[in-house]
């Protein structure tokens, strides 16, 4: 009878045990099942979301195609805008005072002096911005199948904004020691009087090459926040980054930048004002999204914005 009674409390545990092996399996069977089903949704949200970036780059960029043609009809390629003081240009001849808002061309030469600053606006949505006693030439600005802008620095300062949607396909900075190489970023390039030169990179990429009679001795990628010196007397020396450390000026044509962008931004608007309704009813995208997004194009930025919304860095970070 004892052994009976064992026998029946041995079934009925092993009953109890598989009956709540069942239940945790079906358990994990179902939490398995809603994860997967907040995973898909998730993917779905941000494929509608990726879906909805698309069209608007698409429509963007077909409006800048319309708004470059008109560029180029109009043969605007390089236009001088003088800041303070006398600006001078040299144009197939000797040096003679510029003109607010004159034209330029291939081969012209600008210069600043005491007191003196200048932007070189380039295909309406670049920009160069000279210091006091600074001085560049325009070696290349061709626009047919690609567009090809070379700048020669010999002496001074300059800030270079180069923004994607300008179409700039090679942007190529020349001095005494280097060679740079860009398709959209923000940098300053600082020549010293013995041909030393300096860049300091805000956003994107710089390739930096030292070179020397006509030879390229190192290159090196200068990122966002980094900086890199080119010394003369070091020519043949190992190129290294360092920290990018801003001075006032910097910061003022950081500043100058942001107001230069939401100025095109107010552009862009005005030229896709017709899509945005639909583009937000259909895709859920918010008046803060869709600025951070145009504000992303413009740029060219793989880093979105700071105040970028998290889904748009995330969408980012996938690519």
């Given at each position: 009878m004892v052994k009976k009674s064992a026998n029946k409390e041995d079934k009925q545990d092993?009953?109890?045990?598989?009956?709540?092996?069942?239940?945790?399996?079906?358990?994990k069977t179902n939490a398995s099942n809603e994860k997967n089903n907040i995973k898909q949704k998730t993917l779905k949200k941000k494929y509608r979301l990726l879906v909805s970036i698309v069209i608007i780059i698409c429509i963007i960029g077909f409006v800048w195609l319309v708004f470059s043609t008109i560029i180029t009809e109009d043969k605007v390629k390089a236009q001088l805008i003088i800041e303070s003081g006398i600006v001078k240009v040299k144009h197939e001849g000797s040096w003679t005072i510029a003109e607010n808002g004159m034209d330029l061309y291939e081969s012209d030469s600008i210069k600043t002096e005491d007191n003196s600053s200048a932007s070189i606006i380039l295909f309406k949505s670049s920009v160069i911005r000279l210091d006091k006693n600074s001085e560049v030439t325009i070696e290349e600005l061709i626009r047919e199948e690609e567009t090809t802008v070379t700048i020669q620095q010999d002496s001074g300062r300059t800030w270079n904004t180069v923004t994607k949607i300008s179409g700039i396909d090679n942007y190529e900075v020349q001095t005494p020691t280097t060679i740079a190489s860009v398709r959209g970023t923000a940098f300053v390039v600082i020549v010293q009087?013995?041909?030393?030169?300096?860049?300091?990179?805000?956003?994107?990429?710089?390739?930096?090459?030292g070179v020397s009679k006509g030879v390229i001795k190192d290159s090196i990628d200068v990122s966002g926040n980094e900086s890199v010196f080119v010394f003369i007397d070091m020519i043949n020396e190992t190129l290294t980054t360092k920290p990018f450390e801003m001075d006032e000026w910097v910061i003022e044509n950081l500043l100058k930048d942001k107001q230069f962008v939401e100025d095109f931004k107010q552009e862009l608007y005005a030229r896709i004002e017709e899509y945005i309704p639909a583009l937000k009813a259909e895709y859920g995208i918010s008046d803060q999204e869709l600025d951070a997004l145009l504000e992303g194009y413009i740029l060219g930025y793989f880093d979105i914005p700071e105040d970028a919304p998290k889904w748009i860095k995330d969408l980012f970070k996938l690519s």
């Open positions: 092993t009953f109890n045990k598989n009956e709540s092996e069942k239940l945790n399996d079906k358990k009087e013995n041909g030393s030169s300096y860049y300091g990179v805000s956003h994107g990429v710089l390739n930096v090459s």
